[in-house]
């Protein structure tokens, strides 16, 4: 079965960055298209990022410009760079397969609050 476990979460003033980091396991990884959610206080999960298998990537308006979706397929990992991050990124940040087949993991909470 697949398993997806996020870190990298934290506090953070705005202005600043996080790095999060997706592990997955029990997946095909190279040939999925990966992406990132996240989920606010009282807000419907939303697609923040997406990778494809070839590199190829595309973000939510909301965060063009300051967030970075990347891949190491060899190690069977996904990240999320964040920087110039807003109070309003605050949520809890889930990696999955672009099409949301493999089942959420924990999730990892970023907080962005001066």
């Known amino acids: 079965q697949v398993q997806l476990v996020e870190s990298g979460g934290g506090l953070v003033q705005p202005g600043g960055s996080l790095r999060l980091s997706c592990a997955a396991s029990?997946?095909?990884?190279?040939?999925?298209?990966m992406a990132w959610f996240r989920q606010a206080p009282g807000k419907q999960r939303e697609l923040v990022a997406v990778?494809?298998?070839?590199?190829?990537?595309d973000y939510a308006n909301s965060v063009k410009g300051r967030f970075t979706i990347s891949r190491d397929s060899a190690k069977y990992m996904v990240y999320l760079q964040m920087n110039s991050l807003k109070p309003e990124d605050t949520a809890v940040y889930y990696c999955?397969?672009?099409?949301?087949?493999?089942?959420w993991g924990q999730g990892t909470q970023v907080t962005v609050s001066s």
């Open positions: 029990g997946i095909a990884f190279s040939i999925y298209a």
């Open positions: 999955n397969t672009a099409n949301r087949r493999a089942t």
């Open positions: 990778i494809t298998s070839g590199g190829s990537t």
